[in-house]
């Protein structure tokens, strides 16, 4: 059984640079994807990016790009996402979720979400 | 790439709720959707139009075509009341993966 397991919840100042980590386990790390999405208090959801964990390539989304920085360790099985010139829109709920690589796109399976608190 | 969904939808036990997602020609991409319950991580439960991830009720369906896609739910029942999301992969322009805004479907 897959099992995706995150870190706890955040809080930090305006400006300052957060990393939460994602573990995932009960499959072979390396036939999936890894992707975080972020959901604000009360707004949908909102893809940040993902990485490919056996040649740590990214793709990220524009809305994203420049603050953020995915990451994986694959001794570790664990994915990393780090958001840096933190504000107070980026307090939200951020999942880590699988994207198998042989499939059409769907994200099978997802973590229990970290919140990020923004605030002075 | 842009994802139109109706904000809401209501439906009473054991009638049928229909959600649809907009988007250009989104009949020639994949699409998925998840089910996310207050407080919960969302769940998936169709994806690439109209399969079921193995546990999601037969009462759950999709099709894909020209440009909407339709989630069904047959037979609603009070704990399917949650909102629904569609999602897309653009793999034909940035890679990027796309939302839509979501629908919350009340079940009276």
């Known amino acids: 059984e897959v099992q995706v397991l995150q870190s706890g919840a955040e809080v930090k100042k305006p400006g300052a640079t957060v990393k939460i980590s994602c573990n995932v386990s009960?499959?072979?790390?390396?036939?999936?994807?890894i992707h975080w999405v972020q959901q604000a208090p009360g707004k949908g959801l909102e893809w940040v990016g993902l990485i490919d964990p056996e040649d740590g390539d990214t793709v990220y989304a524009e809305n994203f790009q420049g603050r953020v920085t995915i990451i994986a360790d694959t001794s570790t099985e664990t994915a990393y996402m780090k958001l840096s010139s933190l504000r107070s829109e980026d307090t939200a709920l951020y999942y880590c979720a699988t994207v198998l690589k042989s499939g059409g796109g769907a994200l099978n399976n997802w973590g229990q979400g970290t919140l990020i608190t923004v605030s002075s | 790439y842009v994802l139109t969904q109706p904000p809401s939808v209501s439906v009473a036990p054991g009638e049928t709720a229909t959600i649809t997602c907009g988007g250009d020609?989104?009949?020639?991409?994949?699409v998925h959707w998840y089910q996310q319950k207050a407080g919960q991580a969302p769940v998936l439960v169709v994806h690439d139009g109209d399969d079921r991830p193995s546990g999601i009720p037969e009462r759950f369906s999709g099709t894909n075509s020209g440009n909407t896609a339709t989630l069904t739910i047959s037979r609603v029942e009070a704990g399917d009341e949650a909102d629904y999301y569609c999602q897309v992969w653009d793999s034909f322009r940035d890679q990027s993966y796309v939302f839509g805004i979501g629908t919350k479907v009340t079940v009276l």
């Open positions: 020609n989104i009949g020639s991409y994949n």
């Open positions: 009960g499959y072979t790390f390396s036939d999936y994807y």
